[in-house]
C-alpha cells in the first residue's frame, strides 16, 4: 500500500495567489516526520518544511507552511503568494521514527506534483 | 544548512561500461547516506541505504551486484553502475544525514547509457 499520496499530479496557479498541496500518508508508527521539498528542473531537491508527529503547532517557513492534520494523517503544504519561481515539482515524504535517532532511517516519497506558475 | 555535493552531474557512457557516481558529505559527518533513482516525471525511489563501514541495504528489486555502494568513510559514498544498459539510464542522487531531522540532498546525477 502507498505511504505516501500525492493526488494532485499537476496545478497551475496565479501569481501572487495561495496554492495548497495535497499529501496524506499511512504509518502504524506513533513517531515519524512529515517533509516537503522542491524539485525545481534542475533536479536538486530543496528541503523546505518539516513537521515531527508530536509537534503541537502547524510548522511555517516563510511563505511555506503546513497543514498537519493527524487525525485525518494529511500534511497539506500551503504556498503563499506564489511567485513565478516556485514553478517545479513538490514532494511530500515521510520518515518513521521522528527522534535523532531516526535520522538513518529512509524517506518514502510522494508521486509528486508539479506546480506552474502563471504571470 | 549543511552541503552534499554529488559527482559528476551528468555522464554519458557505452553500453556494457561502467560508471561510478560520488556523494560526499562537505561539512559533516554522514554516517548514513541513502541512494535513489528518479525516472522522467517520477517520484524518487529508494535504491539502497548505506551505511559507513558496513555493507549497503538494497530494497527489494534491485540488483546488488549491478548497483554496488560503497560507504568507506563518514564523508563519502559511492554507487558504481555495472555493465551499464540503455534501461539503465536515469537520474541518481543521493542524501544525507547529519544526525538531525533533515536529510540533505546532493545535485544528482543525470545517467545516460548510449
Known amino acids: 500500500a502507498q505511504k505516501i499520496t500525492q493526488t494532485q499530479p499537476g496545478m497551475f496557479v496565479q501569481e501572487k495567489e495561495a496554492v495548497t498541496l495535497d499529501c496524506t500518508y499511512d504509518?502504524?508508527?506513533?513517531?515519524?516526520?512529515l517533509f516537503w521539498y522542491k524539485q525545481p528542473s534542475s533536479g536538486e531537491m530543496i528541503f523546505l518544511i518539516y513537521q515531527g508527529s508530536y509537534d503541537q503547532q502547524n510548522a511555517t517557513e516563510g511563505r511555506y507552511s503546513l497543514n498537519f492534520q493527524k487525525a485525518r494523517k494529511s500534511a497539506n503544504l500551503v504556498i503563499s503568494a506564489s511567485q513565478l519561481g516556485d514553478s517545479a515539482m513538490y514532494f511530500c515524504?515521510?520518515?518513521?521514527?521522528?527522534?535523532?535517532?531516526?535520522?538513518?532511517?529512509?524517506?518514502?516519497f510522494g508521486g509528486g506534483t508539479r506546480v506552474l506558475v502563471k504571470p | 544548512g549543511a552541503v552534499v555535493s554529488q559527482h559528476p552531474s551528468w555522464v554519458i557512457c557505452k553500453s556494457g561500461t561502467s560508471v561510478k557516481i560520488e556523494c560526499r558529505s562537505l561539512d559533516f559527518q554522514a554516517t548514513t547516506m541513502f541512494w535513489y533513482r528518479q525516472f522522467p516525471k517520477q517520484s524518487l525511489m529508494l535504491m539502497a541505504t548505506?551505511?559507513?563501514?558496513?555493507?549497503?541495504?538494497?530494497e527489494q528489486g534491485v540488483e546488488k551486484d549491478k548497483f554496488l555502494i560503497n560507504h568507506a568513510s563518514l564523508t563519502l559514498s559511492t554507487l558504481t553502475v555495472t555493465s551499464a544498459h540503455p534501461e539503465d539510464s536515469s537520474f541518481y542522487i543521493c542524501?544525507?544525514?547529519?544526525?538531525?531531522?533533515?536529510?540533505?540532498f546532493g545535485q544528482g546525477t543525470r545517467l545516460t547509457v548510449v
Open positions: 504509518t502504524s508508527d506513533p513517531s515519524y516526520g
Open positions: 542524501s544525507a544525514t547529519d544526525g538531525g531531522t533533515e536529510a540533505f
Open positions: 515524504a515521510m520518515r518513521e521514527g521522528a527522534s535523532v535517532k531516526a535520522a538513518g532511517n529512509k524517506l518514502t
Open positions: 548505506s551505511n559507513e563501514g558496513s555493507k549497503a541495504t538494497y
